[in-house]
């Protein structure tokens, strides 16, 4: 059986989506399991990062990451600045007040990979669910992952 893809939260936001699964980058049991790439429980992957930012992209009207190309970024901001009805627009201004996103994870979503931690044990269940890795807990596997 071959997992590709799995459901994961972003516990800041409250959200989740279904993304893919990129590659397993850590594993603190064994390396053996990050050469053949193997999904256990507690293990490092890379995501998509593409479903979790085009959701905060329209919950909040505002860009994250940085943007290189610029033909696609005057798309994208056509999109943001669509005309919007009253409420609407009142709605989006009171969510860009407490639109806070962690640096380390803004730079991930730039890249266009998020790491993940999965939670659920695939090789039972036959699903790779888990949840993003913000603050503390990202910055202790980004130190791991330069070593």
């Not at 059986?1 to 972003?10: H, K, P, V």
């Not at 943007?67 to 709605?91: D, M, P, T, W």
């Not at 007040?97 to 036959?126: E, I, M, N, T, W």
């Amino acid at each position: 059986m071959r997992l590709d893809a799995g459901n994961f939260s972003w516990g800041s936001e409250a959200i989740s989506r279904k993304t893919r699964i990129v590659a397993v980058v850590y594993n603190s049991s064994n390396n053996e399991l990050v050469r053949t790439g193997t999904l256990v429980k507690n293990a490092i992957v890379q995501i998509d990062a593409t479903p979790f930012r085009q959701w905060y992209e329209a919950h909040y009207a505002t860009p994250i990451g940085a943007r290189k190309a610029k033909g696609a970024a005057k798309v994208e901001s056509e999109e943001l600045n669509k005309a919007r009805s009253n409420h609407v627009q009142r709605k989006i201004e009171s969510r860009k007040a407490d639109a806070k996103v962690d640096p380390a994870l803004d730079h991930q979503f730039a890249a266009g990979r998020l790491y993940a931690c999965l939670s659920s044990r695939p090789g039972q269940s036959g699903r790779a669910d888990g949840y993003i890795l913000e603050g503390q807990e990202l910055a202790f596997y980004i130190r791991k992952l330069k070593k």
